[in-house]
């Protein structure tokens, strides 16, 4: 037991035969996963031994948050901007909490919606997945009524970042929602999800659905809504960006952005174009669409009239030909009171760092992993120019800090520690 405490390096072969074996030799009541220095060594492969042997230790929370973190991506890789990385995390993460315990049902949420809203963003609708989110017993005002007395409840506001890298859901309604107007657009009836939504609800946002897409008689959904349903559904203003538009474009990509409207006449769109250098110098934030935009003169700007009825949502596909080459944009759209932002990125920059006799060596490159020659980066106020390689070259200091930089290609740029 004394050596089992003290391992503190993934230094021993078999360390999880070791585990198991002194597990087995504590009561049942005693057997925590955790408590051992051990335990935080295990790798996910011998973690996954350890479950097989000691199916009740894989149920603990601290079992589950300890081999969900043995599945974050390594180090370097960002998910938020890595698409691929990202699909592979949330696919991982859900087949582990599938197999758990109904008492895992909050974490199992969320694993879910992230993965539906992943793929939403993709255009992708996976209707088995989304039946499987709609099983969960949650707490949500769009479940049926009577599920109010089933346990294990799923709370949506529980927030999972540590353990699993999934943020809280909040509000399901937006997504639910836009999957079921996905599935019930074309079709007959709601009997495929009849016992999984309100009733009401379903019934109203199938209606909806087929109002807003001109499909089949619209006396007849009118029907289906409340007098005041049916004015608040005519009235109603829609300006939203798409989904699934592309989050980083390539340099040569054609630029477009597509937006959802409803009972929008007029759309008028400004494009900015960003000194994203000057920006990272000077502020400890992320760039994000609520930049102030006061005294910046718009790149372009246009206007876009519609004729569309007000009960029609429509997609346009807005053609963006003055964002051209590498850099980051801002677009802003207005609409009968109406606002909505995006943020274009055409192509990337990074560096990767290493040691030379002269000091800490980086080299720039682009989304392509190209060096990028005369790149700058800025570390407090000192300005380093790359080399025709991309290559630059930092002296050692006499005394270990630690500062922001900036890197930079004139175009394109990006903070780093």
Do not use: C
Not at 123 to 136: A, K, T
Not at 301 to 324: G, N
């Amino acid at each position: 037991m004394l050596f089992r405490s003290r391992v503190n390096a993934p230094i021993v072969d078999g360390l999880e035969e070791l585990v198991i074996r002194e597990m087995r030799s504590r009561n049942a009541a005693d057997q925590k996963f955790g408590d051992r220095a051990a335990h935080q060594l295990l790798t996910r492969e011998q973690l996954g031994k350890v479950a097989e042997a000691l199916p009740r230790l894989a149920q603990q929370n601290s079992f589950v948050t300890a081999f969900l973190r043995r599945l974050r991506p390594p180090a370097g890789v960002d998910i938020s901007v890595n698409d691929e990385e990202r699909l592979r995390y949330l696919l991982e993460v859900d087949a582990y909490v599938n197999q758990l315990p109904a008492t895992f049902n909050h974490l199992k949420a969320a694993s879910i919606y992230r993965l539906l809203e992943f793929n939403h963003g993709r255009g992708d609708y996976d209707l088995q997945l989304f039946l499987r989110y709609l099983n969960l017993p949650r707490v949500s005002p769009i479940v049926p009524r009577e599920w109010s007395g089933k346990p294990n409840r799923a709370d949506l506001n529980q927030d999972f970042q540590q353990m699993a890298l999934l943020s809280r859901i909040g509000n399901e309604q937006p997504l639910v929602r836009a999957y079921l107007e996905h599935f019930l657009k074309d079709a007959p009836n709601t009997n495929q999800f009849s016992g999984l939504i309100l009733e009401d609800y379903l019934q109203r946002v199938f209606a909806e659905t087929k109002l807003m897409n001109g499909i089949g008689d619209e006396q007849v959904w009118y029907r289906v809504l409340k007098p005041a349903e049916r004015q608040q559904l005519r009235d109603r203003k829609e300006l939203r960006l798409s989904a699934n538009n592309i989050r980083l474009l390539n340099a040569e990509a054609k630029s477009v952005l597509r937006v959802d409207l409803k009972n929008i006449s007029e759309l008028m769109v400004r494009v900015y174009e960003l000194n994203t250098e000057s920006f990272y110098r000077t502020h400890e934030e992320d760039l994000d669409t609520d930049l102030d935009l006061d005294g910046l003169v718009a790149t372009s700007e246009r206007s876009l009239k519609f004729s569309q009825p007000a009960i029609i949502r429509h997609r346009e596909e807005i053609d963006l030909s003055s964002i051209t080459g590498r850099g980051v944009w801002i677009v802003d759209l207005v609409g009968d009171g109406l606002r909505a932002r995006a943020l274009l990125r055409k192509g990337s920059i990074d560096h990767v760092d290493g040691f030379s006799a002269d000091g800490m060596s980086f080299t720039v490159i682009d989304e392509n992993r190209k060096a990028i020659p005369g790149a700058v980066m800025w570390v407090g106020k000192q300005l380093f120019r790359a080399d025709e390689q991309g290559k630059i070259v930092i002296p050692p200091v006499m005394k270990e800090t630690q500062r922001h930089g900036v890197i930079s290609d004139g175009k394109i740029s990006n903070r780093f520690h």
